[in-house]
Structures are given as structure tokens and as C-alpha cells.
């Protein structure tokens, strides 16, 4: 039974329910064991940050930023701010310092809660030019304080403010005022094309998107549920809201380098992700299968046919598999495939919502072959995550988005625009009435600048309709869903494909280092440097074999026809990803500007 409270009081009413039940599972920051707290005692926490932060004069609707990995202070400063009716504004841990001075002034924050030593440097190194900011709260006690200076305290001072309870009369009465209206969170967007903006959050548009999702996805207090997207990302954030409302665990996953010993440390149930991370599970599951014996991958590549033939060509569309199938394919499932969940960490697994970039079918087939659910979705921060998604235990269609969640009116444009409206959409962008405007149609739909089709009742993206790149032969070019496909090749980690007013498509692309490196020392290819492997003809052959392969079912005009391989990968601190690791064209167009125009010559 679900728990759809107004954020300002939902932890205390899971509480009433649940107790001295385990609530959160986390470790310290830069620590090896594992540790946990009931509900009972995530809900006083809560109330004594509501405290301290009275104690440090926080107005009702004040915006207070929040900079760090995911850890349960930042759940205890998100739920404390609610508890008086402030704005938490998340920024992304490895957010620059030009971003954070942006979002910071933006949003004339006051208060900063910081993780580690990286963001605490960044806060101090922008504090002269943020002129509202006045304090900085520092969540690792690790961290070293500098000396004298009374902006900057750690998170274990700031909680002695509130010990005692001494302003909770005021806490409850914020409490009792608190509306729907009321802003929850200001989350930045990534900004791929420009300046980030602020998008509105508020928390009606939580209560609804609770209570829509629940009825979508069946996550319960049985769940075990890992967090390692970072709770800035409007995904992880509605999803982790979403697990509390019906008393799920939270397995905290602070540094998501660590995800993968995380699950076969902590075994969760469910998971959100994005496709890229579901690509490296394949990719590792491929590069066993090749390192092992001939029989043992005839084997195996035989249990992914039956897996695919049973779960995608029968289950997936509603069908009951013949009996001789489902009896082999049970066997294999008790086999094999349960021995790559277990070695995965996921053997009692559930379900896993996956959304936030275009999922390859080839990766969809696969997950779901070897006996994991996943869910695929689509979603923006401006509609406060879900807007269409897979079904648990319905048939459903490989390579769509799903169906829509409840309230959710959904509409094409003209022009194959993705068109929305219902209570879960925001009310605009802060301080950028201009922006809001241009945002919505002229009878109140959200633009999303995506384009997409209805088949069946289920969604299809396309691209982004900005992302569309027409060749200079008139052919349009969707770059993302060429970069899926070759995306799931072992051997490449980050691919940009370039087209736009373009004779051909061409692409750059980073090599997985460590996989080439091997790769050439077992066919004895000689090199001392990365750019040595990235112009040798014999890796550049093999590499071009291996996508030709990959992109024969792309129309021939889709077709990757050249490539640079680059010896470095694109990074943050050029300016060429977002926060959310998405890729920044037009800062690749420039950085890149000579390899690509050499692609071109004739």
C-alpha cells in the first residue's frame, strides 16, 4: 500500500507505518562497511535538519543548493528543507565551478550543502562572486575545515543546532501550511545547447507523479532498491520518492564507480539505470563468452537464442511459448542464466526501470534473454521523469518507450513533435518567463523537442528534433540511434556521429582502451602510445568490420562510411559532456573541427 503524503510529512507517516523497520542501507563517505537506520531513525534525523535550518533563519519557498554525491545526508537535507517548506536546488557532484556560480546566483542560494573535499574547493573558490551566498555545510567528516572561517561548518555542527527539537512548534506550523503549490526542487538542466535552466518543481506534481507510477510499477516494501544515478537526476530522484512512499529499502550507492560491487554486495531487487549501463553488462557478458572454451560458447550463444525466443518472440508479445520451449528454457534459466544473475549480484532480482538515453534493441533482446525485467521508459525533468514506460508482466514492443502513465495527454505535432500535458508537468523555468513561454503551445502542451509515433499504443522516439541532421545530399540522420546500435561493440566506449550538411556520416569515436591495448598485443601489433593504436591500419580495419556488421540493417545513407579514432575521451572539463554524460555537439564540432573536416577531403 502506498503512502502519497505531501513531501513535507511523507517520511514521518512511512515512519508511523514501518518504525524500527530498516529504512536506508549507505556507507560513509569514503568507507568500506555497510550500515543502516529504520525509519524511525531517518524521520528524527529529518526533524532535527528541519530544526537547524530554522536555526539559520531559512524562510518558507527559500531556495537551498545542494552539491554532492548521493549519501544520506543529502535524503536527510531534501526531506529537512520540505519539512519547513524550503526549495532544494541539486547540483550535479561533478558540476564546474562556472555551473555551480550560475545555478548558485540563479537561484540566489543562501545555504550550500557540499559532499567532499572536490566540492567543498569549488564552493570556497566561487564564494566572492556569489554575492546571496552565506554559508557552506559540509556533509563528509573527513573532510578538513579550514581554520578561521566561520562560513563553512561541518554537518554534524549544523545538527547540534537543531538538537532538542526547540523550534519543532514552528516545523509543524510551516507543516500544517504547506499547499501543493508549493516548489519542492529547482533542478538545472544539463544545458546541451546553452545555459542551463532552471525547471519547477513542485509538490503537486510529485503527488501526482507518485501516485501515476504507482500504478505503473509494482515496487513494494519487499524491495531491496539501489540509488546510484545521482539524486540530482530527475529519474533517481522520482524513483527513489517513489520507493519510499511504499517502504522500500534504499541501498545508497555513493561513488557509482563502485555500482557493480555495490549489487553483488547488497543484491538489490530493482534498480534504475541508463541504457549505458546495461551496454557495459553486455559487453562484459560477451567478452567471457569469448575468452571461454568453444563448447562453452556454443553453449552459450545457443541459451541467448532460446532466452530471446521464449521471452522476446512469445512473452513480449503476449503469447504462450510451446512446451518444449518454456521446458528448455526453464532449464537453461536455472542453469546458466541464473549464474550470470549471480554474478551480477542480481539473483533475486525484480524489475529495473531503464530510461534517460535510447536504449538498442540488441541490449533490450538481451537483458530481457537472460531473465531480467526490464522496464524501458521516457521521460524529462520538466515532466517530472515518467511519461510513457514498459508495463511489469505486459506484453510490450522492443524498441519502444511504452505506454503513457496515467494523467499523461500525449500528442503528436505536425511536425513529429512529442506534445504534453497533465499534473505532472512543470509550470515553467526559474526566472525565464521567456523561456516558459516559448515552451508550451499555444493551447498549453509542453514543447519537448523530441520526436516521436504511436504504434500499437505504445511510444517511439526518433530524436531530438534538434539533434536531426540533413545531410547535403537532404537526407535526415537521427545521430543518437546510430550511436546505440554501435554503441553495444566492446570495443568502443564513446561514439559522436557527425552528419549535418554532410555528403556521408562519418564518426568520432574513443576507443575502450584496455580492450584494444589486449587486442593488439594478441595479434602482435606493436605500439608504445594511444595515437600509435588509433592510426594503425590493421586496428582501423578491424574496428570497421566489426560496425559494418553492426549497422547493416541502417538504410545505406544512415551508414557510417569514415571515422577518426581519438586517443583521449571526451570529458566535462572540456566542455564536451553534460552532467548526465550526454554529448555536447557543438562543443565536439569545434574541439574536433580538424579531424572531421580531414574525414571530408577527397
Excluded at 556507507?27 to 524521520?43: E, V
Excluded at 568453444?294 to 504462450?320: D, P, T
Amino acid at each position: 500500500m502506498q503512502i502519497n503524503s505531501h513531501l513535507s510529512r511523507l517520511i514521518f507517516d512511512v515512519a508511523a507505518r514501518y518504525g524500527d523497520r530498516e529504512a536506508l542501507i549507505y556507507k560513509n563517505f569514503g568507507g568500506k562497511q555497510w550500515k543502516s537506520c529504520t525509519w524511525n531513525q531517518f524521520a528524527g534525523i529529518v526533524s532535527q535538519v528541519s530544526n537547524a535550518m530554522l536555526a539559520l533563519g531559512i524562510k518558507v519557498q527559500e531556495n537551498i543548493g545542494i552539491f554532492s554525491q548521493n549519501s544520506v545526508q543529502y535524503l536527510f537535507t531534501d526531506f529537512g528543507a520540505w519539512g519547513i517548506r524550503a526549495v532544494t536546488v541539486p547540483f550535479y557532484a561533478t558540476s564546474s565551478e562556472q555551473q555551480i556560480q550560475f545555478m548558485m546566483s540563479d537561484a540566489n542560494i543562501r545555504f550550500l550543502f557540499v559532499g567532499e573535499q572536490d566540492q567543498l574547493e569549488k564552493a570556497r573558490r566561487v564564494f566572492p562572486t556569489c554575492q546571496s551566498l552565506e554559508r557552506i555545510i559540509v556533509y563528509d567528516p573527513a573532510v578538513k575545515l579550514p581554520e578561521g572561517d566561520s562560513t563553512v561548518m561541518s554537518f554534524s555542527e549544523f545538527l547540534k543546532l537543531g538538537e532538542g527539537l526547540s523550534r519543532q512548534q514552528e516545523v509543524e506550523r510551516r507543516q500544517q501550511e504547506a499547499t501543493m503549490d508549493d516548489i519542492a526542487n529547482i533542478l538545472y538542466t544539463s544545458g546541451t545547447t546553452g545555459d542551463s535552466k532552471g525547471v519547477v518543481l513542485s509538490m503537486g506534481q510529485f503527488h501526482a507523479a507518485m501516485e501515476a507510477n504507482h500504478k505503473s510499477v509494482p515496487v513494494d516494501e519487499k524491495d531491496r532498491v539501489l540509488n546510484f544515478l545521482p539524486f540530482t537526476h530527475i529519474f533517481e530522484r522520482g524513483w527513489a520518492l517513489l520507493c519510499i512512499t511504499v517502504g522500500a529499502r534504499l541501498i545508497v550507492n555513493t561513488y557509482p564507480q563502485e555500482v557493480q560491487q555495490s549489487m553483488r554486495e547488497q543484491h538489490p531487487t530493482c534498480m534504475s539505470s541508463v541504457p549505458r549501463f546495461w551496454e557495459k553488462v553486455y559487453q562484459g557478458v560477451q567478452e567471457k563468452i569469448e575468452s571461454s572454451g568453444s563448447v562453452q560458447r556454443a553453449v552459450f550463444r545457443h541459451a541467448l537464442e532460446v532466452g530471446r525466443k521464449h521471452n522476446i518472440e512469445y512473452v513480449a508479445a503476449g503469447k504462450q511459448p510451446p512446451m518444449a520451449l518454456h521446458l528448455e528454457y526453464e532449464l537453461l534459466n536455472k542453469t546458466i542464466f541464473s549464474l550470470v544473475r549471480k554474478e551480477l549480484g542480481l539473483e533475486n532480482a525484480h524489475f529495473f526501470p531503464t530510461a534517460g538515453a535510447t536504449v538498442s534493441a540488441h541490449i533490450e533482446e538481451f537483458v530481457h534473454s537472460i531473465g531480467l525485467n526490464m522496464l524501458v521508459g521516457y521521460g524529462l525533468t520538466e515532466s517530472l521523469a515518467t511519461v510513457t514506460c514498459d508495463l511489469f508482466g505486459q506484453p510490450y514492443l522492443v524498441g519502444s518507450v511504452g505506454h503513457p502513465i496515467q494523467g499523461i495527454d500525449i500528442k503528436i505535432s505536425e511536425e513529429g513533435e512529442i506534445l504534453l500535458k497533465g499534473p505532472t508537468i512543470t509550470r515553467g523555468y526559474y526566472n525565464r518567463d521567456d523561456i516558459t513561454r516559448q515552451s508550451f503551445t499555444d493551447d498549453g502542451y509542453f514543447r519537448t523537442g523530441d520526436s516521436g509515433y504511436f504504434k500499437d499504443g505504445e511510444l517511439f522516439l526518433k530524436d531530438r528534433i534538434k539533434d536531426l541532421f540533413k545531410t547535403s545530399n537532404g537526407k535526415y540522420i537521427a545521430p543518437q540511434m546510430i550511436e546505440s546500435k554501435l554503441l553495444v561493440d566492446k570495443y568502443i566506449d564513446q561514439i559522436a556521429v557527425i552528419a549535418d550538411q554532410r555528403k556521408f556520416v562519418s564518426a568520432l569515436i574513443v576507443p575502450d582502451y584496455k580492450l584494444l591495448e589486449s587486442y593488439a598485443r594478441q595479434n602482435n601489433i606493436a605500439f608504445n602510445t594511444r595515437e600509435d593504436l588509433c592510426n594503425d591500419k590493421r586496428i582501423r580495419q578491424m574496428l570497421m568490420d566489426r560496425i559494418e556488421t553492426l549497422q547493416q540493417q541502417l538504410a545505406h545513407y544512415e551508414q557510417v562510411k569514415r571515422f577518426t579514432l581519438l586517443p583521449r575521451a571526451f570529458s566535462m572539463e572540456r566542455g564536451e559532456l553534460t552532467n548526465t554524460l550526454k554529448i555536447k555537439r557543438r562543443v565536439l564540432n569545434e574541439n574536433y573541427k580538424e579531424q572531421i573536416d580531414k574525414m571530408y577531403e577527397e
